[in-house]
Structure formats: C-alpha cells, structure tokens
C-alpha cells in the first residue's frame, strides 16, 4: 500500500469518529458556532504543525491563487461546513452517512463542468444507482423528528457535498503544488475572518451567543475538541493529501468508506437504527460511488 493509499484511507477513518462526535456535540450547540469552534481548534493546530516543520507562514502566489483560496474557504467551510452539521442534526449520522455518498457523483459532475473531463455511461450509471440508494434508504427513523426534517436534512447534505467539491477543485492545482499544511491554514484563516464578520454585521446584538457559544460551554469540550482535531485537523490534511499523490479516482474510493465507518459506529456508539431498507439503500449508493470513482 503506498502513502497516498494510507492518506485517504485515515481521512475516511478520521472523519467517521469526527461526524459522530459532531453529531453528539449537535444536540446543545447550533451549526454556526459549533462549526466556528471547530475551525479556532483546526488553525490553532495547524499553527503548531507549521512550527515543528519549520513551515513558512507566507508564500509567494499570484494574487489569483489568493483569490482562488479565500473563494474556495468561503464556500468549502463557511457555506458548506454549517449545511453539514444542519444536515447531521437533522438525519442522525447513519443517514447523514448515506447522503455523502452524493460526494464521488460531485467530484465527477463538477470536474465535467469545471476542466470538461467527460462523463463515462459508467459514471452515469454509477450517478443514478447513488440516487437511487439515497432514496430507498431515506426513511423516517426515531432520530428523525418529521419528514420535512428528513428531506431538508438530505438536500442540506447533499447540497453541502457540491459544494465542497466546487471549493476543493477549483483550487487543486494550488495544493498539488503547495504545502498542505499552507493551503489548509489559510483557508480556515479566511473561514474563521469571514464568519466573525458576517455574525457581527448579521446578529449586531445577539453576535457573541451566536458565535462563541461553544468556548462557552465548557461542558461539550469533551466532544468538540477530538471534533475538531480529528476532522478539520487530521482528515481535511490526509483527504487533500490522498488527492495530492492519488488520481482522483482511487483517493474518492478510500475516502468513500467513510460512509461504512460512519454507520457501523452510529449503530455501536449512538444506538441508531440500521434497517433493512437503509441497508439496500446504502450498498446501492456505495455501489454507484464505486462505479463513479473507479471509471
């Protein structure tokens, strides 16, 4: 197995623990500053990497490649970030797992729309089996308080999932050739500038419960803290690390196995239902997902 193998393979391994901690810390704190939370402990940690490494802290790039990357923070974490964790609070993390089979179909579609890399009968097929598998397995569950929770839940996740795609490929020649360890801080630099500034002009009075909450509450720590490390910290490092030394294909198969790891640890750690319709539904999508990242 070689390293670009093992990156992708732990960031679907690192995410999974990381979207069952999300999902537990989503029951007292909100989408905004749970996911302000995580991205203050992400760049704090990225920070501490950059200085062991002797990592420089400015780069020379064209002023288009700062563009690039301060759009790409906007819409991959300040956008897409809190849709995730709406979703999640939504669905339940079983569920939740399921819509992120909508991920290698993204990849696909957006680098069709963005580079013109043409579209396989496989992939299409692959395409319509992920949707399929979506809409066998959306079923109502205890975690689900009402249907319009489940289908908001579902468009949330998979709109999120577009959406990270779109922020992650429009800079990919960026981080093939830059530190990781760069692009990844300074794409949660943005992030973090850019939810102080939209919180306090959109909440003036209310900014700080809307924000902070999570440095409030010392009580969720516990969860939110392995959050962050192991999800923004560790998996964004080895997703973008997996996508550096891998074709895009093979590294969308490992990472894909994070929606295995997700369930079968909500099924175990938050005693979530695994029926048999949310069975069929997940090995259709997986196999749609396999088809799309394999042709």
């Not at 516990?222 to 294909?249: N, Q």
Request: aromatic fraction near 12%; charged fraction near 10%; hydrophobic fraction near 60%.
């Amino acid at each position: 197995m070689f390293i670009g193998d093992i990156f992708a393979i732990s960031s679907a391994l690192f995410w999974s623990f990381s979207v069952i901690l999300m999902r537990v810390a989503g029951y007292q704190i909100p989408p905004i500053p749970l996911t302000f939370f995580k991205n203050c402990i992400a760049i704090v940690c990225l920070v501490i990497a950059m200085l062991v490494v002797d990592e420089p802290f400015l780069i020379d790039l064209p002023i288009t490649d700062y563009l690039l990357l301060t759009a790409s923070a906007i819409i991959g974490i300040c956008v897409a970030d809190p849709m995730i964790a709406a979703a999640l609070n939504r669905l339940g993390a079983s569920l939740q797992a399921l819509a992120d089979c909508a991920y290698s179909p993204a990849i696909t579609c957006i680098g069709f729309l963005m580079f013109g890399e043409m579209l396989t009968s496989w992939e299409l097929i692959g395409g319509f089996l992920v949707l399929s598998g979506v809409f066998v397995g959306a079923t109502m569950t205890a975690q689900i308080k009402s249907s319009k929770d489940l289908w908001v839940g579902l468009l949330l996740a998979a709109s999120a999932h577009i959406i990270m795609a779109i922020g992650i490929l429009m800079v990919r020649d960026i981080y093939r050739e830059s530190s990781i360890l760069w692009v990844s801080s300074y794409r949660y630099s943005i992030a973090i500038i850019v939810m102080i500034l939209w919180v306090y002009l959109r909440y003036p009075k209310a900014a700080k419960e809307k924000l902070f909450l999570g440095f409030y509450r010392p009580d969720t720590w516990r969860a939110m803290i392995p959050m962050a490390i192991l999800g923004p910290f560790l998996a964004t490092l080895t997703w973008m690390a997996g996508f550096k030394y891998l074709d895009a294909g093979r590294a969308a198969i490992y990472n894909q196995l994070s929606t295995v790891f997700i369930i079968l640890l909500a099924y175990f750690l938050l005693k979530e239902q695994f029926t048999v319709r949310k069975t069929i539904g997940v090995l259709l999508a997986l196999t749609g997902t396999f088809l799309v990242a394999s042709h």
